[in-house]
Nanobody, 114 residues
């Protein structure tokens, strides 16, 4: 299984950024999928996740109303659209899927700074 994130970068506070996660190599059903992030000196935290069988994404309180998780089953790609970005959103963002096991991407850096 391979997860490849893209779309990170430097953005000013209040700006927007979109992340993508290309998913390949899985032959098992995806039970859950989403995005985590880890800021320096802090533990990894869940940002957004969805159980495909249910369909309604769950969001961390800190990003509700600002971030949107979506997926394109045809392209096998998951997205995280981030708006109204704040300095505290600065972190390494990881793509994650759960099949029989957890699978992680290598992460993409998002830096929110003026």
């Amino acid at each position: 299984v391979q997860l490849v994130e893209s779309g990170g970068g430097l953005v000013q506070p209040g700006g927007s950024l979109g992340l993508s996660c290309a998913i390949s190599g899985t032959t098992s059903s995806i039970n859950a999928m989403g995005w985590y992030r880890q800021a320096p000196g802090k533990p990894r935290e869940l940002v957004a996740a969805v159980v495909p069988a249910v369909g309604t994404p769950h969001y961390a309180d800190s990003v509700k109303g600002r971030f949107t998780l979506s997926r394109d089953n045809v392209k096998n790609t998951m997205y995280l659209q981030m708006t109204s970005l704040r300095s505290e959103d600065t972190a390494l963002y990881y793509c994650w899927i759960a099949t029989l096991f957890d699978h992680w991407g290598r992460g993409t850096q998002v830096t929110v700074s003026s």
